[in-house]
């Protein structure tokens, strides 16, 4: 088994519906099971004041490390890249003795207002999802983490709760399951 570790970062939650829908089938694995921990970044620190220590020492209790966010031009939200920032330290997570998050996965689950066919050279993006995702796996990478695959859910504003939303988010229960009982192919 392993333990999953999963940071939720959204800082219009109260807007969102398939953010919305995927974090409560996280929560809803993490009430069920002591081997998923759930982190609203925005709630437990409203104005970025991020614990370094206590999420060190989070990171250190943890296999896998997952990210649920929507993209925001290109990039994360925000306070990701403020806790990247602040708590993956050389010394930590990187360079000289920085080796606490060896052999660790690292995840993604985001969501893109565009749809999947925006994600290509031919596409009105320009390039592919994985390019924009390419400084988190090389943070990945810096420190000795394992980067999988990213769940997406593309064109999710225009979802529907049925058709899209709702089904993506019992992939979303799945997948979790999967990471925690460490059968993820």
């Not at 759930?38 to 104005?47: M, N, S």
């Not at 660790?104 to 596409?123: C, D, F, H, N, V």
């Not at 390039?127 to 990945?140: E, G, K």
Request: glycine share 8%.
């Amino acid at each position: 088994m392993a333990k999953v570790l999963l940071y939720y970062a959204h800082p219009g939650h109260k807007y969102s519906r398939a953010n919305a829908a995927l974090a409560e089938a996280a929560q809803a694995v993490a009430g069920s099971t002591g081997d998923l921990s759930f982190v609203d970044l925005y709630a437990r620190y409203p104005r970025h004041n991020i614990k370094v220590d206590a999420e060190q020492d989070n990171l250190r209790a943890h296999d896998v490390i997952l990210f649920q966010f929507p993209m925001f031009w290109y990039s994360t939200p925000s306070i990701i890249k403020e806790w990247q920032d602040l708590v993956l330290e050389h010394g930590f997570a990187y360079g000289a003795g920085g080796t606490a998050l060896k052999g660790k996965r690292m995840m993604l689950a985001i969501t893109t207002s565009g749809p999947e066919e925006a994600y290509s050279p031919q596409g009105y993006q320009n390039h592919t999802l994985r390019t924009f995702l390419s400084p988190l796996q090389q943070t990945a990478h810096l420190c000795n983490m394992r980067f999988l695959a990213p769940y997406v859910l593309y064109g999710a504003l225009k979802s529907s709760l049925s058709e899209g939303i709702r089904p993506h988010a019992e992939g979303y229960r799945k997948l979790l399951h999967a990471l925690i009982e460490d059968r993820l192919d």
